[in-house]
């Protein structure tokens, strides 16, 4: 089966940087993605890795290690904005599956003034 | 912009009704699915589909079953809602294309309460 592992919450200050681990298990790892949603919204997405690498997107980066089945987001300059929920998903390509995204449980990311 | 619209935001049904739950999306996508929120859980998926007609089942299908007769509408019945049903339901949808299906859009979600 698949499992994904993320922090369930982070906090951290205006200007800080924060950095939201993944750690998953899957048979057919094709991709990890990140999504942010802020509460009542819908999710959005944010960045996908296929390969090993940091893939960056304005002040959000994330990174992708496919041997040691870990990625991460990294927020710079955090905003208060940045509040919400960061979920990490993982892309498994056997057979019936193909396509589909498994989620994580989510991180919740707390910006203090 | 890519829109994926869900009909209700918020629903209140009885137990043992029957719920229909409509999604639609206008990018032409060829990909739907509907996954289920729940604090503490994530996201998780019901069922999706590739194509008209076409559907399979994700981790969480007893219970539910959907509809696909056009390519931009995809459906989520509950044939007979129970409390443990209550739950957010986002719809989203994205191309099958290798290195375009990646990326899920999102409906606003469904919040769904079975009293």
């Known amino acids: 089966g698949q499992s994904l592992e993320q922090p369930s919450e982070v906090t951290a200050v205006e200007g800080a940087i924060v950095q939201i681990n993944c750690t998953y298990q899957?048979?057919?790892?094709?991709?990890l993605s990140w999504y942010q949603q802020h509460d009542g919204g819908a999710p959005t997405f944010l960045s996908y890795?296929?390969?090993?690498g940091l893939e960056e997107t304005g002040r959000f980066s994330s990174f992708l290690s496919r041997s040691d089945s870990y990625g991460y987001l990294l927020l710079q300059e955090l905003q208060m904005k940045d509040s919400a929920s960061y979920f990490c998903?993982?892309?498994?390509?056997?057979?019936?599956?193909?396509?589909?995204?498994?989620f994580g449980r989510g991180t919740q990311l707390t910006v203090w003034p | 912009d890519v829109k994926v619209t869900q009909s209700s935001r918020y629903l209140v049904k009885r137990t043992g009704e029957k719920v229909f739950l409509e999604c639609v999306q206008d990018?032409?996508?060829?990909?739907m699915f509907w996954y289920r929120q729940d604090p503490g859980l994530g996201l998780r998926l019901i069922y999706f589909?590739?194509?008209?007609?076409?559907?399979e089942k994700g981790d969480i299908p007893e219970g539910y079953s959907v509809s696909r007769e056009k390519k931009e509408r995809f459906s989520l019945i509950l044939e007979s809602a129970s409390t443990n049903q209550t739950s957010m339901y986002l719809c989203?949808?994205?191309?099958?294309?290798?290195?375009?299906?990646?990326?899920?859009?999102f409906g606003s979600g469904t919040q769904l309460s079975v009293l």
């Open positions: 990018m032409d996508h060829e990909n």
């Open positions: 899957t048979s057919g790892f094709y991709g």
């Open positions: 998903a993982v892309r498994d390509d056997r057979g019936s599956t193909l396509g589909r995204l498994y």
């Open positions: 989203a949808s994205s191309f099958r294309d290798r290195g375009k299906d990646e990326k899920l859009f």
């Open positions: 890795n296929g390969l090993d």
């Open positions: 589909s590739y194509d008209v007609k076409m559907k």
